[in-house]
């Protein structure tokens, strides 16, 4: 006979606790059971109670301890799919967004063609940027939405998570074409219009983003993402102040909105206005988007505008490392060299933003400082 505090008798509470909905109950219960024994399983049929400890505290809206709790039986069971599943869309949920496309790209090695894992990665890989790098077979990604989209049962979802793998891969007419079919399923989603607003904004393609913007404020009000795109398209006009505002408004609403918070901190150093605060925001963005060049710029100048020049050479460097084409990032690695003293290295920054196309008031900053260095240092 086995006795209740046993820890049988509170592994099988613990269970039922769980599948009457008691989720709170639950945790209290397993993770007895889990100090007891962390891996403990009835028998060879039963889950670890790392699992369901997990599960529970899913069920308990605790996210974190979902997430610990099932990373810890995942280094147990590296092979389990559902596993990996799980830590993968918790990974999402978490903002960790590098490590939730890799899980998801692990799983298509082994599975290429579990739909779930296919979902999970293109919108993982759009948010990670560049510092996650897809290395698996493409195509069979896109014949796996491509089949589940054009089933039967195929929904708006579908679409929008191949339009951002597409994205993410730089295939824009392709994606373009599968977010307006997502939206086109589902016309009163005004979310789904904000997608398609932001893929045509890095296309500078303005007025049709703006189109997109005003149909989603007709369907949903306005919400975080609808001010970030409207301070968006008033920065890409020029109105920076109108966009500081927005962006403002967005936080608001959001206050963890990493874009919104990127965009505001960058505003924010170029205007040479509250650098303490632009330094929070930029934080608050790289916790969210670690990997991205973008995120890594504005941190870097807000760095050269508090006259932290050599934190700045370093974020910059890794920004010019990913993205070596982008004339903004040349020359603000650039700028921060010259002001560390490194002349050399200013030049060849500067110069190169100038053949990659930089024009505008910063291009004449540019040739003022290259100017000062051929008249100081000879032979540059």
């Not at 039963?46 to 996210?63: H, R, T």
């Not at 099932?70 to 596993?83: E, M, N, Q």
Request: proline letters at 4%; charged letters at 20%; glycine letters at 10%.
């Amino acid at each position: 006979m086995r006795r209740p505090g046993d820890i049988d008798g509170l592994y099988f509470q613990g269970l039922t606790r769980l599948a009457q909905g008691a989720s709170e109950q639950a945790v209290d219960v397993l993770t007895r059971v889990s100090g007891k024994d962390p891996s403990y399983r009835f028998d060879h049929s039963s889950p670890d109670v790392g699992y369901v400890l997990g599960l529970a505290y899913l069920g308990s809206g605790n996210l974190q301890g979902a997430k610990t709790e099932l990373a810890k039986v995942l280094a147990r069971f590296p092979g389990s799919l559902v596993l990996r599943l799980l830590n993968a869309k918790l990974s999402f949920k978490f903002s960790d967004y590098r490590r939730s496309a890799k899980l998801a790209q692990g799983i298509l090695e082994d599975r290429p063609d579990n739909l779930q894992a296919a979902l999970i990665l293109g919108p993982a890989l759009l948010r990670a940027g560049k510092g996650v790098v897809f290395g698996g077979d493409g195509e069979q990604v896109v014949r796996v939405l491509q089949e589940a989209a054009s089933s039967p049962g195929g929904f708006a979802a579908l679409h929008e998570s191949l339009g951002d793998f597409h994205q993410s891969q730089g295939a824009m007419i392709e994606a373009e074409a599968a977010y307006r079919t997502a939206s086109d399923l589902e016309p009163e989603n005004g979310q789904m219009h904000l997608t398609l607003a932001g893929m045509l904004l890095g296309q500078g393609r303005l007025k049709e983003a703006e189109a997109y913007v005003k149909a989603s404020i007709e369907l949903d009000g306005l919400s975080a993402r609808s001010h970030l795109f409207i301070g968006t398209l008033e920065e890409m006009r020029g109105a920076r102040q109108d966009a500081i505002e927005s962006y403002e408004k967005s936080l608001d609403i959001a206050p963890h909105l990493g874009q919104a918070a990127n965009n505001l901190a960058f505003l924010l150093a170029e205007t040479d206005s509250d650098l303490q605060r632009a330094w929070a925001l930029a934080a608050v963005a790289r916790s969210q988007f670690p990997d991205d060049p973008n995120v890594l710029d504005t941190m870097g100048w807000v760095s050269y505008k508090a006259q932290n020049y050599e934190t700045a050479v370093g974020l910059l460097e890794r920004c010019v490392q990913m993205v070596p084409t982008s004339p903004s990032f040349r020359f603000h690695l650039g700028m921060a060299c010259y002001k560390s003293g490194n002349a050399m290295a200013a030049k060849s920054s500067l110069d190169e933003s100038l053949k990659l196309g930089l024009s505008g008031p910063n291009s004449v900053d540019v040739q003022e400082v290259l100017a000062s260095l051929a008249g100081k240092v000879g032979g540059l």
